[in-house]
């Protein structure tokens, strides 16, 4: 049953207004005044509130501003009788859902509130998307070499300083190219992935920087790049070093000007991108067999983040089979398992060659064919090649 308070200094329009609401089986308080809706407003929780503006000591509008200070989430329908296009207009800009003159029309009310009700539920909802994504990208572990790595992510993070991610596959050098954009003051603007090693090379100069219409065989349409699609935000190019020498330059002269030219165009197009580039290859060896641009490295690593592989901090294994363990089980809407100690203790022998993507796919392995408490039994049966 939803809750909802009802600010109005007349006693008519509140009790009326209950009624109503009482018998649509929404649950109703009432307050007389704004002191006594902000006293109510702290010691308990409302899905919606109507509140009148024209009232003695503290109008609706100082209320909606208060409101907003205290539970700024909550939809608030301003309601008068005095009211006015410039009035409305200052209570949207303030925060309010809605305006309602009066005299009421019940069926706007309850429109209204429903598409109050419907919002609140929407941002519920977003919220706790919001916590999954976050959730999913966590650096799990206590040992020094992931607290050196998180400490290194706090201060770079609210930088624009482009950051160079290597280390081995399956360290997950993704997961800390998002941590880095969910820590940085570009966080609402996208976040665009791009492997490089994906994408043959004939095609990875159109897929960062679009193409124009005709430009070459297939293009039947004009198409925005990465880079494009990216402004404002963070451009991820993973596996950054098997992009071809001609994309290259071509990726240097964007960091360098801040500006981008689709494939078959002539028009420069202003770009304003974060970049992080990771790569499992030492790129330095392969700036000696010509493989890559050393300027280009020098503008990619302002930053240097390296990722450790497990098998370097092994101590940290206990934390993720757990972390792990939750994960699956509630993805695969299973009872959530226990982990013998031992068999903690035997994950921890093991010599991670895929390092935290191996090891995801042992615990999978383990849930779907272990039994209700997982072994050591079970690690020695389940992990070997």
């Known amino acids: 049953m939803s809750k909802i308070l009802i600010i109005d200094d ?18 109703v308080s009432l307050a007389e005044n704004g002191m006594e809706a902000i006293k109510m407003v702290g010691a308990n929780e409302f899905d919606v509130i109507l509140c009148d503006i024209k009232m003695p000591e503290m109008d609706g509008l100082e209320v909606l501003e208060k409101l907003q200070e205290i539970a700024f989430d909550v939809p608030v329908i301003m309601i008068s009788g005095h009211g006015n ?7 949207i800009k303030k925060g309010a859902f809605d305006f309602i003159e009066k005299p009421l029309d019940l069926n706007r009310i309850l429109i209204t509130i429903k598409n109050a009700l419907d919002k609140a539920v929407l941002l519920t909802e977003t919220k706790v998307l919001k916590r999954k994504v976050s959730k999913k990208y966590d650096m799990i572990g206590e040992s020094k070499a992931i607290m050196e790595l998180n400490d290194m992510i706090e201060k770079v993070a609210p930088t624009d300083a482009r950051v160079l991610i290597t280390g081995p596959n399956g360290t997950g050098k993704e997961l800390v190219a998002h941590r880095i954009h969910e820590k940085s003051n570009r966080v609402k603007k996208p976040f665009v992935e791009v492997n490089c090693a994906a994408i043959p090379s004939e095609l990875i100069e159109s897929e960062l920087f679009g193409h124009e219409k005709g430009s070459f065989t297939s293009a039947h349409k004009q198409r925005k790049g990465k880079f494009e699609l990216s402004d404002g935000g963070t451009l991820f190019l993973d596996e950054i070093g098997d992009m071809s020498l001609s994309a290259q330059a071509k990726v240097l002269r964007a960091l360098q000007e801040n500006k981008i030219t689709r494939v078959g165009g002539d028009k420069e197009i202003k770009v304003n991108v974060r970049v992080i580039a990771a790569t499992n290859k030492n790129l330095s060896d392969e700036i000696g067999l010509g493989k890559f641009r050393e300027d280009l490295y020098h503008r990619l690593s302002v930053i240097l983040i390296k990722v450790p592989a497990l098998n370097d901090r092994l101590e940290d294994v206990p934390l993720l089979a757990q972390h792990f363990i939750d994960m699956i089980c509630s993805e695969m809407g299973l009872p959530l398992k226990n982990i013998d100690e031992d068999a903690v203790k035997e994950l921890q022998k093991i010599n991670y060659t895929g390092n935290i993507r191996e090891f995801r796919n042992i615990i999978e392995r383990l849930i779907i064919l272990g039994q209700d408490t997982i072994s050591v039994q079970d690690v020695k049966s389940y992990t070997k090649a």
């Open 10 to 27: 007349e006693r008519s329009i509140r009790n009326t207004l209950k009624d109503i609401l009482s018998y649509e089986n929404y649950q």
């Open 85 to 91: 296009i410039d009035t409305a207009v200052e209570a």
